[in-house]
């Protein structure tokens, strides 16, 4: 990620303010916009590498912060880091053992682009489901989640699936992400509870 982003105007600015990438202001604009973080939530952060996602939670709650990857990462003050995978069934244990209640879930995880366009699209559409479908076992009832997705095939039905299990459910594109990206984030607030909403 950092040599990607080494010359990058955004990626020096994230340096320079301590955070560990410019995915840091991401975050914090979804934050600033929908509130989701609330000062004593306890949050789960998939795909937390290389961990400024996890960097900005710490500054919004005193809850217990939970991050999970595929990879290691250098710790983060005030958070505790697990390496997993948002697809294994027995993630839901691990984290309720280690959380008890869960207010927030963030998803920003990526999969590693093949370069070809549908497989790598119906991948991201499949973690998107995979963090859905761990948040529905493990979120408190009125709990915010954050999916990071891409536009394309089967996005809309990831929508779609979403909307039955949360009140408020939004799209945002935010201004860190590069032009021409089709990244967007899925901003889900207050949940209805596992079952869907009626
Ligand atoms: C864009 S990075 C996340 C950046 C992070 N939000 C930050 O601010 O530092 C995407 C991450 O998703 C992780 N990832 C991809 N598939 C995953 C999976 N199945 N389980 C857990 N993590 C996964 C990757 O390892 C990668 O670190």
Redesign the pocket.
């Known amino acids: 990620?950092g040599s990607q982003w080494s010359k990058d105007g955004p990626y020096r600015k994230a340096v320079r303010e301590g955070y560990?990438?410019r995915?840091?202001y991401k975050?914090l604009e979804i934050q600033e916009r929908y509130s989701i973080i609330r000062d004593d939530d306890n949050v789960v952060?998939?795909?937390?590498?290389?961990?400024?996602?996890?960097q900005v939670v710490t500054e919004h709650t005193h809850g217990m912060v939970l991050g999970?990857?595929?990879?290691i990462i250098a710790p983060v003050e005030g958070a505790r880091i697990i390496v997993?995978?948002?697809?294994d069934p027995h993630l839901k244990e691990i984290v309720t053992d280690l959380l008890g209640i869960v207010n927030i879930v963030l998803c920003?995880?990526?999969?590693?682009l093949s370069g070809q366009s549908s497989y790598d699209q119906a991948r991201a559409i499949g973690?998107g489901e995979?963090a859905l479908n761990f948040a529905r076992e493990v979120l408190k009832t009125g709990g915010n989640m954050v999916i990071?997705s891409f536009q394309g095939e089967d996005f809309h039905d990831l929508l779609v699936k979403i909307k039955r299990y949360f009140y408020s459910v939004k799209t945002f594109k935010t201004k860190a992400t590069r032009k021409g990206s089709r990244e967007i984030y899925i901003i889900a607030k207050n949940f209805c509870g596992k079952e869907g909403c009626t």
């Open positions: 990620m560990r990438s995915a840091a975050l952060d998939l795909g937390c590498a290389p961990g400024s996602w996890l999970v990857d595929l990879q997993g995978d948002i697809s920003d995880a990526s999969p590693n973690l995979d990071k």
